[in-house]
């Protein structure tokens, strides 16, 4: 048998050959596997399958927990809206309103903190996403709204004329979601970063015929008025109109001691200072009712207040400690509570036409909505949170020509990140310069001049022009509004107005689940109604409470179409103070269009002639 004809099996192994080679091919011809002893690779891989089916074993088991865990909050957090699509159980009310913020002010504060922080054009603010509506802010005597009207529709659920504080065209008082939510057994709050007796948190908490009377209103929000105390926490400035005129710090017109009044016979607790305020936890917990006047009248802008944040609170701050108490003080009850924040000062940087400010204010209200978020979701009782503004200020446009010829469609933001101080800390610095020595010559005004807007608003091209503006400015065009101004110009940030406009406002909620009536474009009086329908309250109650405890002032005297005298009862209450606007024969109110703070513009300029070191020329 040649070489070729020998069986396969038999053929010898060839030099190339090993063993195993042999083995595996007896394996493949039998069909009988090969037993091989393991090697030390195999072993090792044989555990490392092991171990990582036991990991992947554990971790699908983990993620199917938290899975579950995730379902079960989102479906047991259904806001405090049972399945029938009405409020049920236990539940609280979170209302901010961000003052004077238009959606200008939104996208130009986006655009801001992109540019300053190198964030992506998709990294937005937290307000943005959780955006639902827009609200339509007329009052009834004009198209463009005050804060009084505006805060009125939220916290009566009807319009008024602009200076109302919760009072109806005819004069007559009007229950707030506030009072009505006291009434109902839930706890009530206020937070402001402005004065606590400003329009905003005074509609809440009282009832005047003018929102000039602060004076009034501060007696009235701690209870000085026909349905007692209704708030149990108010955090904010205004500290000033709670001081008799005979101390230091007091802006009343008389002396009556309304911090004394709230202690004695109310027993709030009180806190005048910063380092009191945040140690109120460590005394054991906020000891309710609170009144803690952090501020003689208006915390500073948060661009103003993060130099001096050991004196002042922000606005995430004090809501936390008003979130926190208000929660401990609701534990075991069956009511939840109503709090209301307010960004107060949006406005304020809307009315002085403050970019740099402004920016820095929407930021600090994003910031604090995003604490009252994460509250909610912590939070074992379940609760929404609703948030809009009362109007637009300045007429805000992200965008501004400055010339004939057509512009280039740019703004920048770099020149408000320039900024470290607000155009209203750069007036006040300039008139304690001034007041320090009202001699000095126009060289040396000029020096300090160019030093203070290096320093405080990042401007080093300034002209002779806009400083020699700045030296001989009068009371009607203030130095802050020419200091503003050199920063919207040089960021190309337009204003229209001093004052309010009548643009529509966003509205935002902690979901459109939580606000379904809230979706969409609506009056501003209807954010009110729904306030009250979330919480079940009755405000039609309260009005009439009101209105029976109301005391008339005394009669006034007219003369009849026969020449004979006769009295006329005024159906307003003398706890509301004097009369607010005139009315016409027929019933509606005499049209009247003013702006936040104008009031303020007119004292201004009738005490022209008086020394006040506030950097104008008088």
């Known amino acids: 048998m040649t070489r070729s004809e020998e069986p396969l099996l038999a053929r010898p192994t060839s030099p190339n050959s090993s063993v195993d080679n042999i083995d595996e091919e007896d394996a493949l011809l039998t069909g009988q596997s090969i037993h091989h002893p393991p090697s030390k690779f195999a072993r090792w891989r044989e555990i490392g399958v092991f171990v990582w089916a036991l990991l992947a074993t554990v971790a699908v088991v983990i993620l199917a927990v938290v899975y579950q865990h995730e379902t079960s909050i989102q479906q047991r957090r259904t806001g405090g809206w049972g399945p029938d699509g009405n409020p049920t159980g236990k539940r609280n009310m979170i209302f901010m309103v961000s ?109 005047a015929n003018r929102r000039e009377y602060e004076d009034l209103i501060a007696e009235q929000m701690i209870g000085h008025y026909p349905l007692g105390r209704v708030v149990d926490i108010m955090i904010g400035g205004g500290r000033c109109h709670f001081l008799p005129n005979t101390t230091e710090g007091s802006c009343r017109a008389d002396s009556t001691d309304v911090v004394a009044l709230a202690q004695e016979k109310y027993g709030f607790h009180y806190v005048d200072n910063k380092a009191d305020f945040d140690n109120l936890e460590a005394e054991g917990g906020v000891k309710l009712p609170l009144l803690a006047l952090l501020a003689s009248t208006d915390i500073p802008y948060e661009i103003d207040r993060v130099h001096v944040s050991d004196i002042y609170p922000s606005e995430s701050e004090m809501a936390e400690v008003a979130l926190k108490a208000l929660s401990a003080a609701t534990k075991d009850s069956d009511k939840g509570f109503f709090l209301m924040i307010e960004g107060s000062r949006i406005d304020h940087a809307g009315h002085g036409n403050d970019p740099a400010a402004q920016v820095h204010e929407v930021m600090a209200h994003d910031k604090a909505f995003a604490a009252v978020l994460k509250f909610l979701e912590k939070d074992t009782t379940e609760g929404i949170l609703v948030s809009t503004s009362d109007h637009e200020t300045g007429g805000l446009a992200a965008a501004r020509q400055l010339h004939q010829t057509y512009p280039m469609y740019r703004w920048y933001p770099g020149v408000l990140a320039n900024a470290s101080h607000s155009a209203e800390w750069m007036s006040s ?163 009247l269009d003013e702006y936040h703070g104008d009031f303020k513009h007119r004292k201004r300029e009738a005490e022209s002639s008086l020394d006040c070191g506030c950097g104008l020329k008088h």
Request: with cysteine.
């Open 429 to 591: 610095a300039w008139g304690e310069y001034l007041h320090s020595s009202p001699d000095r010559s126009r060289e040396d005004k000029s020096a300090k001049l160019s030093e203070l807007l290096k320093s405080g608003l990042g401007i080093v091209d300034y002209t002779q022009d806009e400083i020699d503006a700045i030296i001989d400015a009068k009371p009607i065009w203030p130095p802050s509004y020419l200091f503003a101004d050199m920063i919207s110009r040089r960021a190309q940030i337009g204003w229209s107005t001093h004052g309010h406009s009548a643009v529509d406002v966003n509205i935002y909620a902690s979901s459109p689940d939580h606000a379904p009536g809230l979706v969409g474009n609506h009056e501003n009086s209807e954010v009110g109604e729904f306030i009250a329908e979330y919480l079940d309250l009755d405000l039609g109650a309260v009005t009439e409470e009101l209105k029976a405890k109301g005391v008339k002032t005394s009669s006034s005297t007219s003369t009849s179409s026969s020449g004979s005298s006769t009295n006329q009862d005024q159906d307003w209450g003398e706890w509301m103070g004097p009369p607010g606007l005139p009315v016409n024969e027929n019933g509606p109110l005499v049209h």
């Open 99 to 207: 003052d004077g913020m238009g959606p200008t002010s939104l996208a130009m504060t986006r655009n801001f903190r992109q540019h300053t922080s190198g964030l992506p054009i998709d990294d937005i603010l937290v307000l943005d996403r959780h955006l639902i509506g827009s609200s339509r802010t007329r009052s009834t005597s004009s198209l463009i709204t005050d804060s009084a009207a505006g805060a009125t529709a939220f916290s009566c659920g009807f319009k008024s004329y602009n200076g109302a504080i919760s009072v109806l065209p005819d004069h007559t008082p009007c229950g707030s979601v506030l009072e009505a939510a006291k009434k109902a057994g839930y706890m009530t709050g206020l937070v402001v970063t402005t004065r606590i007796t400003d329009a905003t948190p005074a509609c809440f908490a009282a009832h």
